[in-house]
């Protein structure tokens, strides 16, 4: 844990100068400020979490609909609903459920999610194969926005303040959140270098890009050389997807690396 120490004070020291800087001007909404963005990410959660634990809805997690009036309600209340007009006309593509641009002021990288879509979860597939198969296969499921809150969090315990909540976007069509991250120098890294850092913190390779550690019970899925960078002697992994494998999934993985074989993640565009 040590590696992600440096990572953090490196990351301090990269949000104080952001915070030095002068206030977004023209396109861009006021950021917000120092680790209250991150703090968001926690306050959005727990707000999440129990206002659904407490709905009466037999099922879990709830549904989208649920999901997202609740989340916009929290918002309204603390004034961090955003107007579309606010944000940039121009963005990039950034990777396949963000709209990224930088903010030149604060050297922040911006995203808000697009197309109702709100990352990947890992998971497993129960598949009709023959009984001398096995019938699990991993899968890359489209997120749920509880699940998205959820992978910003552990992603900030894994590099702190890595992610600023900085609001949201209710549209009649589609219900956007919006991030923002410090921007990094990209220095290539290679599959091997990443296979050796993440072994060097105990983690063991499941996928092709992804990892777990019994110890915390923490999974990393696509760990690619895209989504990391180097620093110093070290790597960030800036957009990783991070979980907390449960019941069969966790049973799945720790037979899989039991069994010495990895396995390769397949992506789908359906919602588990």
């Not at 909404?29 to 979490?49: F, I, M, N, T, Y």
């Not at 915390?216 to 110093?232: I, K, P, T, Y």
């Amino acid at each position: 844990m040590a590696t992600f120490c440096r990572l953090a004070e490196h990351l301090f020291s990269v949000t104080i100068m952001a915070d030095e800087q002068p206030e977004p001007t023209g396109d861009y909404p006021a950021s917000q400020q120092g680790e209250a963005g991150a703090d968001l990410v926690e306050q959005a959660l727990a707000h999440l979490r129990g206002s659904l634990s407490g709905s009466g809805e037999a099922s879990w997690p709830p549904s989208l609909a649920r999901q997202k009036t609740c989340l916009a309600g929290w918002a309204e209340n603390l004034g961090l609903l955003l107007a579309a007009a606010e944000l940039p006309s121009k963005s990039v593509k950034g990777g396949q459920e963000h709209d990224l641009w930088h903010d030149e002021a604060t050297d922040r990288f911006w995203k808000s999610t697009r197309d109702g879509v709100f990352g990947l979860q890992p998971g497993i597939e129960l598949a009709l194969v023959s009984s001398a198969e096995d019938a699990r296969r991993f899968h890359l499921w489209e997120a749920s926005p509880l699940e998205y809150l959820e992978r910003l969090q552990l992603h900030n315990l894994l590099v702190p303040n890595l992610n600023r909540l900085e609001g949201f976007i209710v549209q009649p069509d589609e219900f956007i959140i919006v991030t923002s991250q410090p921007r990094f120098d990209i220095v290539p890294v290679t599959t091997g270098e990443i296979d050796e850092w993440f072994a060097s913190l105990g983690f063991g390779k499941i996928t092709s890009a992804g990892y777990y550690r019994a110890e915390d019970n923490l999974g990393v899925f696509d760990a690619h050389d895209r989504n990391l960078v180097r620093f110093e002697d070290s790597l960030i992994p800036f957009d990783v997807i991070p979980c907390r494998p449960a019941g069969g999934f966790r049973e799945f993985i720790e037979e899989i690396l039991a069994s010495g074989h990895t396995l390769q993640a397949v992506r789908t565009t359906n919602t588990s």
